[in-house]
C-alpha cells in the first residue's frame, strides 16, 4: 500500500460520494425502465415536481426540514461511534412530548410556546435515547439491537396513548386534539407576509428556519467545544478516550441524548408545524432516512444540509410522479432511498480503491513529468 | 374441556406465529454467528414472500414458489454479502439499505404486475401449502387429551411448520457437529486464526450469508403461500426484527432461540385474542403492551438482568488481512 497516495479531500468528500449517488441512480433508472417507463419523463417530472413552481419548493424545503432533524440525529451518535437506529421512536416520542405541552400548557404566552416546544421535544426525545445510551455506556448492551427494540416499544406505547388516552372523547380517529392555532409555529408564508412579501401557502414553517440554526449549532457543538472533542475522540477511539482522562460512558450518553433531543424536533415541523395534532406514524419512516442523509453528508451538517435537500427533492418530486403517471407510486422513492442508502452507505468504498489507483498514477506521471 | 380446547387452539396458533420467526431467527444466526450482522432478515423476508406469491400464482405451484423465494432471498443475502464482506461496508446500513429497498420493490412491482395496490391475487388450492394430516391422527382424535393434543396441536399443519421445527435441530446439528460449523463459528469469534489455518474467511462468511438466505426464503415463503394466501406491502410487519430479537434472546443458540420464538409467537397469537378481554383481577390488558413485550423483553435480557447474552466476538467486523 506503500506506493499510493492519500486521496484529497475534494475526492473524498465530493467525487466519490457523487459516484455512488449516480450509481443509485441509475439502478434507479433500470428499475423505472423495468416496469415499462421513462426514465428521462420521470426525472423531468421530478425536477419540476421539486422546483417548478413556488408551492412545489415549499413541500421541498418542508420535507428538507425533517431531514435535516433527522439526519443531524444520526450524525452527532455517530460521531461518538454509536449507530442510532431508534431516531424514528425519538421522533415519535418527542411528538408526545410537543402535544402534551401544546395541549396541556396552553396556558402559556403564545409568544413563548415556540420555545416550550423545542424544549419538550427536546426533552422527550432525548429521554427516550437515554435508557438504550445508559444500557449501552454501562451494561454494553449493543445499541443498535436496543434502539431498534425501543422504536417498536414507542409505536406500541403511541397506539396505546393515541387510542387510549389522547383521543378526545366522541372521536373515531386515533389522533390528538386539534392544537390551538394561536400555539402552533407560523408559516413561512404568513411570517413573509408580515414583512409584506407575497408567498404561495405551503407547509413550509418556522422550523425550517430552526433547522438551519440547528446545522450552525452542531457544528459549533461538535467541532469547537470541549464536548464536542471528547465525543469525536470517543467515536474514534474509546481506549485512547480513557487514557486522555475522557470517560466514554459519559459521552456515550451524552451524544446519544444530544442525538435523540435532535430527533424530537423532527416533531416541530410535523405536529407543531403542519398536522396541528399528534398523528399515528406521523414519523413514517424520516428517522430512518436520516441514516442515508447522515452518511451521504459525511456527517457534517452542510453535507447533511444538501443531503436533505436532495431526498426533501426526491419526496416531494415522488408525489407529483406518482400524480403523473399512476404505475409509479410512492413506493418508487421508497426504491430511490434504498438503492441511495445501498450505493452511498453500504458500498461506500466500492470505487475508493480503483479511484486511489487512478489518482496515483495520475500523481505519479505528473511527478515524473515534473522531474523530467 | 372448553378451557383445555381454548389453550389447545392458543397453542396450535402459536405453532402458526412461531414458524416463520424460528426460520428467520435461525438464519440470522448462521450469518451473525459468523460475524455478519443481518438486520435484512425483515426485508428479505418480504422479498421471498413477494416472489413465492408471484410464482406461485403465475405456475400454480406452491413448490416453485418455494423455490424462487429462496432464490430471491439468496441474491439478496449475496448482495448484502458483496457489501459487507467483499466491500467491508458498514453490515448495519446495508441490512436497512435492503429492508427499505425490499419494502418499495415488492409494492412497486407488486402495482405493475397485479394492479391491486401492492397486493397479489388471491391463490388457488394447488399455488398453497396445504395442511397435512399426519398418521393416526384421525384414529387417535378421539383419545382424551394426549390424542386430541395430538390430532389438533401436532398434526394438521402445512409442511413449512414441521421444515421449521426440524430445521432447529439441524442447524443445532450443523452448527455443533460438523467441520463446517465448526469453521463457521470460528470465523465469528476469531477470523484471524481461522486464515492462519488457511480458510478463507470470506469464502465462509459468503457461505454463512447464504445459509442465512436460504432459511428466510422459507420463511417469507411461509407467509405468503402457506400461513396467507396472497402477498399483502409489507406483510412480515416487524417479523423479521421480532426473530432477530429472538435470536439474540436465545444467546445466538439454536434451541434457545426456538423457545424465544415460540414465547414472542405466543406473545402474538394470545395479543389477538386479549382484545378487549378482562382479566379477573388485572382489568384489561392493554394488547399494545403484551405486542411490546417481546421488544422489552429483549432489551432486559440485554441489560443483563435475565443471564448474559454475549454476541460472537468479531460480529460486526469485517476481516481485514495483516498485510
Redesign the interface.
Known sequence: ?SDTIQLPRWIDVGVLPLMNLVLAFLISGL?VMA??EDPTEVVRIMLYGAFGYEEAVGYTLYYTTNFVFTGLAFAVAFHAGL?N?GVEGQAYIGGLGVTLAALYLNWIPAPLMPVVSILAAALFGAAWAY?PAY?QAR????V???T???N??AS??M??LLV?VLRPQGSMTPESAAIDENLTLPYIHDMAGWFGFDMTSSPLNFSFVYAIACCVLVWLFIWHTRWGYAIRTVGANAAAATFAGIEPGRYIILAMMISGGLGGFMALNEVMGVQHRLLIDFTA?YG??G??VA?MGRNHPFGIFLSALLFGMLYQGGAELSFEIP???N?????????V??CT??????FRPRVTRIYTAWRLRQRAQEAA | MDNFQMVVLLLDATMRTSTPLILAALAGMFSERAGTINLALEGMMLGGAFSAACVAYYTDSHWLGLGAAVLTTMALSLLHGFACITHKGNQVVSGMAINILMSGLTALVGIALFAQGGKTPALDHDARFQPITLPGADAVADVPILGSLYSELISGHNILVYVAFLAVPASWWILYRTRFGLRLRAVGENPGAVDTAGISVVGMRYKSVLCSGFLVGISGAYLSTAQGASFLSDMTAGKGYIALAAMVFGKWRPFPAMFACILFGFLDAAATRLQGVVLPGIGEVPVQLVQALPYILTVILLAGFIGRAVAPKSLGRPYVKER
Open positions: 500500500m428499475v416496469i415499462g449507530f437506529i435508557i444500557l451494561r454494553g448492551s449493543h443498535v439491537i436496543t431498534i427494540m425501543f417498536f416499544i406500541s406505547l397506539v396505546y387510549n419512516g430512518f432516512v441514516i442515508a452518511l404505475t409509479i407510486t413506493d418508487m422513492v421508497v426504491v430511490i432511498q434504498g438503492l442508502i445501498l452507505g453500504a458500498l461506500e468504498h466500492m
